[in-house]
């Protein structure tokens, strides 16, 4: 039976099990990863919603503390961008990894969970993803129903988290942020998520 948003199956790409990055991953990191990609509620630009306490009641054994580390670190290596203040989540590779805009009309449901995320932070995420599919695949058929959207702000994963650190001051990776933020962020870059985040090392291939 079809949900709300018309996916009734999610695509993942056996080679994880053979990646390196992915197999260096905790447990409850490769299952957070793979149940977010998986999720009735992610829409088909890849966002869902962000709620620990929620998700931790999918497994026996996970804890809401345990679920919020694990996506944080998750963020680090830039397999997800949150933003707490929409509680929204973005899994980044998940236009990508489902190879939606090969398909006719997909387009204008990749559109449409653009424009039902809240996060201005995920959404630049979101247009710089589709902005290197489209470099990589320009001939594919969905591109024209997102013609407005490629046009939009971008920011990579690495200049989200570098606007945080930048504006809190964070140079060690385990002194706590803190909130409220006490700089406006840098012009261009949206504002996003609130939490302590070490250096990102490189986009991932999943």
Known sequence: MARANGRRFAQL???IWDDD?????RGIEQ????HLASSTSTNFAGVTEWRPRKISQKARDWT??????????LARLHY??????????????????NELLRQPNMGKAVARGYSETGSRALRAVIV??????HAENDAWVSWEALA???EKRASTPAEILDGIRANT???????????PFPQPFPEGIPQPIRHPIPAPIGEPPF
């Open 64 to 73: 809401p503390d345990q679920i919020e580390d694990a996506g944080w670190n």
């Open 128 to 133: 710089h993803e589709l902005r290197r599919l």
């Open 169 to 179: 001051g964070l140079n060690d990776p385990e002194e706590p942020m803190g909130e």
């Open 31 to 34: 299952w957070l990863f793979i």
């Open 13 to 15: 790409h056996v080679s």
């Open 80 to 97: 997800l961008l949150i933003d707490e203040d929409t509680e929204e989540v973005l899994v980044r590779s998940f236009i990508r990894n």
């Open 148 to 150: 407005e959207i490629l």
């Open 21 to 25: 990055d992915f197999l260096d991953l």
